[in-house]
């Protein structure tokens, strides 16, 4: 320390290094543990609240229901009306797989037992009677079919070394409102209807976090001059880390959103030279910088492999590239693994959906 044309020098023993390295290491590592806890626990309260609602949603008895049609056959005919208004609702959005997909008898047991005393106590709601069973059974099927589509999305996201959990978290902490609708009598929603509900939308958030996944390259992969880590930097020779691949080609040749999502920059970054980022959810941010020119604008909903700008070599940059990084909650992650393995894990996924509609509708 120079003070005054004095010069004082502060030793600072090995001992004290290795605490102070030591504590923050420990600090990094409690924090790392307190947020797979909590991640774990939100994942935990939301599979929970799944396996409740499924225990309440058993088949109410048959006496039950006849009594049910006899206090009020008005009030049952209302809520059925309903509840098919919100069955063709919902499937107008679905999937065309989802409309084929597995049967589910609507004459079990229990159903058919519903079905057949309430025609006996009371003849004229046999038609009321059936169409319940008939919606029940669907919202079974709907069911099973969201479940299973949700359990394919997660295997292929933890092949991704990714976490389900985070994105269903995210999905969960998302904006939302609106006025509030009560379904049902008296505001109360049969748990079956809950159950598809929480379903439908675990699949759809999982999904929406597999698409969001870096999986198109966005330049010619044979053509990546410098990888993700540290490397001797091209300015001072030093030893420096790189956050992203560099991808060499011509300048002006194409560049490609490497997943679906939102451009959220577009402009000039600093060393980055003439840069677009785009936000794909759950934390997922991809970067492409050294642009020579945009083709995209901030808001703009891009899918994956669309084009959005060209190559060049702008900002800190000894010749036309692409630099290309992968950032989850603004950390830099190695982008090589989801560009090598995203492919043929989506592949899969989606091989799998399709052979089972296929089997099921066959069946």
């Known amino acids: 320390m120079r003070s005054q044309g004095s010069v004082r020098f502060i030793k600072v023993s090995s001992r004290l290094q290795k605490t102070v390295a030591g504590g923050v290491v420990l600090a990094l590592l409690v ?198 880590g540290y490397r001797r930097d091209p300015f001072t020779g030093a030893g420096a880390m790189h956050s992203g691949l560099d991808f060499r080609g011509p300048s002006g040749s194409p560049i490609y959103a490497a997943a679906k999502g939102t451009i959220s920059f577009v402009g000039y970054k600093g060393g980055y030279g003439k840069t677009v980022e785009i936000q794909h959810g759950n934390g997922l941010m991809t970067r492409y910088a050294h642009m020579s020119r945009f083709n995209a604008r901030v808001g703009q909903a891009i899918s994956a492999g669309s084009t959005i700008g060209a190559i060049g070599s702008t900002g800190r940059s000894t010749g036309p590239h692409l630099h290309f990084e992968v950032r989850i909650n603004g950390r830099a992650v190695n982008p090589r693994p989801f560009l090598e393995a995203a492919p043929d894990v989506l592949k899969e996924a989606r091989r799998s959906s399709s052979t089972g509609t296929k089997a099921r509708t066959d069946g």
Not at 79 to 100: C, N, T, W, Y
Not at 123 to 141: D, G, H, I, T, Y
């Open 31 to 228: 924090w790392a543990i307190s947020m797979g806890v909590m991640s774990w626990m939100q994942y935990r309260a939301a599979a929970d609240r799944m396996s409740l609602l499924e225990r309440e949603a058993q088949v109410a008895t048959a006496s039950e229901r006849v009594d049910a049609y006899r206090d009020d056959l008005g009030s049952v005919a209302s809520d059925l009306e309903r509840r098919q208004a919100f069955i063709e609702d919902m499937v107008d959005g679905l999937p065309s797989d989802a409309k084929a997909g597995e049967t589910v008898s609507d004459s079990s047991s229990a159903t058919a037992e519903t079905v057949s005393k309430v025609s006996a106590a009371l003849p004229e709601a046999k038609a009321l009677a059936k169409l319940e069973a008939r919606q029940l059974a669907f919202v079974e099927r709907l069911t099973l079919y969201a479940d299973r589509r949700a359990s394919r999305a997660e295997q292929a996201i933890r092949k991704l070394g990714l976490n389900p959990a985070s994105m269903l978290s995210g999905a969960e902490r998302a904006a939302m409102g609106g006025p509030l609708e009560k379904f049902g009598k008296n505001g109360a929603i049969d748990p079956r209807f809950e159950r598809l509900g929480l379903s439908l939308a675990r699949m759809g958030a999982l999904e929406r976090g597999l698409q969001g996944i870096p999986q198109v390259a966005p330049a010619n992969i044979a053509s990546v001059t410098s990888s993700y």
